[in-house]
């Protein structure tokens, strides 16, 4: 659960005048808590003296959000010895407090009086400190079977066995309403940038930005889901390409980051089949899970994601990734055409439901597991003889998952892996 009350929007329109923001106001926003703004603007050639708007509808209301969850929040990177986090205390549901010792920030030292603080672990905190040690599920089972005790045991090991060297930065956040900060993570003092939720936003948003004008193609935010770690961001991307008389694709370019993590912030595509029958519509999303970039052989066409970033990597790294951007949409584009043909080929949708059924029943994924007879009620409500049946079937599943990316998206990359394995056999 998120610290501050995740924002959840969808738009309908596309991309008026009135929902784009200036640059400026962009650059503005996406300042707070974002070290590299400067140099992300020199890698761009922005040169803010301009004015100039960003060519993406509903931009205006995605700023908005973000400002008012910034306001909300103080966050900090705290640079301490891996020794000085001491474990005080297990709490219930994966939380743990903690004392911060050897605090060189002055800001923190001034509101507490000292140089050390005490802090409530939030995400997965507790096990970025223990499993440095590899004591997480030890520290548990002592905590469920009341041996505080040997919890003591574990404080003085970390004490007692840590490197005197090692550094690492501790993320704290503190609601505006409360006195107390709160330790989303740990990260690497060393190898970890914080290419935050508003890095990413600003690095998407230029980006986007510069394929819309090149392009000349509207462009609009049709969802998002952001909160005080984590950002899914959906672009709408130009007009439907028709793929047949019944069937138009749509694309969308979706960004992903969750700054308390080191793993990639990620660029990866969804598209949307439009399927028409006797003046009936309906539709389905999905989500390729392999993408071949541009000149790549078909063997080796196993990247999950259209473009990644880690946390590690320079921001000129960074920018000779994303400057391909608009290379790699067309080529996105071009493949998923390919696979929406083979799709509505379906000559036996019936049948490729049962075995979406089985699939069903054999997944594994907890978040998703949920979810397994809710699905398997929709999908037996409805008799799938035509692929216009087929698609208001897995429509309808889609609908069950609300707000729930993670299971979501589980569902359209599984969809999309058994319509495109059932189109090739036809």
Known sequence: MSIIKKIDRHFVNDSLVETMASLEGAITVLSRDNEYVDKVLE?????????????????????????????????????????????DKMLEEEAALFTLYGISDLDLIKKSHADYIQVES??????????????????????????????????????????????????????????????RAVTSDKAYRNYGINFSVLVALLSVNRYATSTKSDVFIDNYQIDDSRVYLSFRLGTPVRIDDNLELSFSLILENDEIKDSSVSFSGVFQLMY???????????????????????????????????????????????????????????????????????????????????????????????????????????ESNSIFDLFEALRSVEELFGDDIVSREYWRKKLFSLLFSRGKDN
């Open 43 to 87: 890698c761009f050639s922005v040169d803010k003296t301009k004015e100039k708007v960003i060519q993406i509808g509903n931009v205006k209301k995605l700023l908005e959000d973000i400002s008012d969850l910034d306001s909300m929040a103080e966050k900090k990177d705290v640079r301490v010895k891996v020794r000085d986090i001491v474990l």
């Open 276 to 382: 028409t029958s006797k003046d009936r519509n309906t539709n389905i999303t999905l989500r390729p899970n392999t993408f071949r970039y541009p000149g790549e052989m078909p063997s080796k066409s196993n990247n999950i994601d259209m473009l990644t970033y880690t946390h590690s990597m320079s921001i000129e790294k960074v920018y000779d990734k994303i400057n391909n951007l608009p290379l790699y949409i067309e080529k996105y584009v071009s493949q998923v055409a390919k696979y929406a043909k083979a799709i509505i080929d379906i000559k036996n949708p019936n049948e490729v439901k049962s075995f979406i059924v089985d699939a069903v029943c054999k997944a594994k994924k907890d978040e998703f597991s949920k979810y397994k007879e809710e699905v398997l009620r929709t999908l037996a409500a409805i």
């Open 122 to 183: 939030r995400y997965s905190a507790k096990n970025d400190v223990l499993e440095i040690h590899k004591l997480g599920k030890f520290a548990n089972f002592c905590r469920d079977s009341g041996w505080s005790d040997l919890l003591d045991v574990i404080k003085e090991y970390i004490r007692n066995h840590t490197n005197n060297d090692d550094f690492c930065s501790a993320r704290l956040i503190r609601p505006i309403e409360s006195e107390r900060y709160l330790l």
